[in-house]
């Protein structure tokens, strides 16, 4: 058998310390599993890296439609905080259990959106959507908190069957929405207004906004998770989130913020 050198057994004892220390410092860093609607993904992104910066806690995003976010996180009973495209789905699913204490962190508002330069000429006015001569693509009410809005505004100005039958396609998600734009499926869709000022998506789309009271402001509240593993971290996020310097970065991506006056 080798023998070591006291120097060597000195460095390999040291070595071992060291990358157990390293160890022992990876696997107590909790992790926040944070559920977000694909809309607000930025902003709540950018809020994690700050509070990331102050506290021992690593972020963790995983992002889709909001109701689909919310069936993830009843099967698994896995995560912290849950933040849909509009109050509803709290309201709608708080007999579950799942969803505790909240904080109001802003609004997001359905505008419609057309390809660079409207070159069809779209004005702001739902009954755009039943042209012949452009191509429709809404969101499905089933899935995202995007088309839960599109049919609430349809239904209201009478027109959703109509709008559905003619659609190009229906899709998921905010995300995919936009996708359908920049790849040319789309003239016009309904969508939540704040993606189009993304940079990613500024090149490709411009943004006609609805009138109030034609698209609400949908309030976005920020649920802590009955089950959350670290609700004393997750509440830090949601002070953060709700402070004037999460406000801001809010704002940056478009949003209202949460002392916006809304009738």
């Known amino acids: 058998m080798m023998k070591l ?56 995003f995983t992002q889709g439609g909001s109701q689909d976010l919310y069936m993830s996180l009843k099967k698994s009973h896995e995560g912290d905080l849950y933040l849909p495209g509009s109050a509803s789905y709290r309201q709608r699913n708080m007999k579950d259990g799942l969803l505790g204490e909240a904080v109001d962190i802003g609004y997001n508002q359905a505008a ?36 839960r809005e599109t049919k609430k505004i349809l239904d209201k100005a009478g027109i959703y069957d ?8 229906l899709t998921t998600a905010s995300r995919t929405l936009n996708d359908a734009m920049k790849k040319g499926d789309a003239d016009l869709i309904i969508n939540w207004r704040a993606t189009g000022y993304f940079e990613e998506n500024k090149p490709f789309l411009d943004v006609i906004d609805l009138p109030p009271a034609v698209a609400k402001p949908k309030k976005l509240v920020l649920s802590l998770l009955t089950f959350s593993r670290h609700p004393d971290l997750a509440r830090k996020f ?12 809010f704002r940056k991506y478009g949003f209202l913020d949460n002392k916006a006056k809304v009738d």
């Open 5 to 60: 050198s006291k120097k060597a057994f000195t460095a390999m004892a040291l070595a071992t310390a060291l990358f157990g220390s390293a160890a022992q410092a990876v696997a107590e860093t909790p992790s926040l599993l944070v559920y977000c609607g694909i809309t607000m993904i930025k902003p709540m992104m950018e809020i994690g890296r700050v509070l990331e910066s102050r506290e021992n806690v690593k972020m963790v």
């Open 112 to 147: 419609i959106m057309v390809q660079k330069g409207n070159p069809y000429n779209v004005k702001a006015d739902v009954n755009e959507l039943l042209r012949d001569d452009l191509s429709v693509v809404i969101c499905n009410p089933e899935s995202g908190s995007i088309g």
């Open 162 to 169: 109509r709008v559905f039958e003619q659609a190009t396609y």
């Open 238 to 249: 949601m002070t953060l989130a709700a402070s004037e310097e999460g406000q801001a970065i």
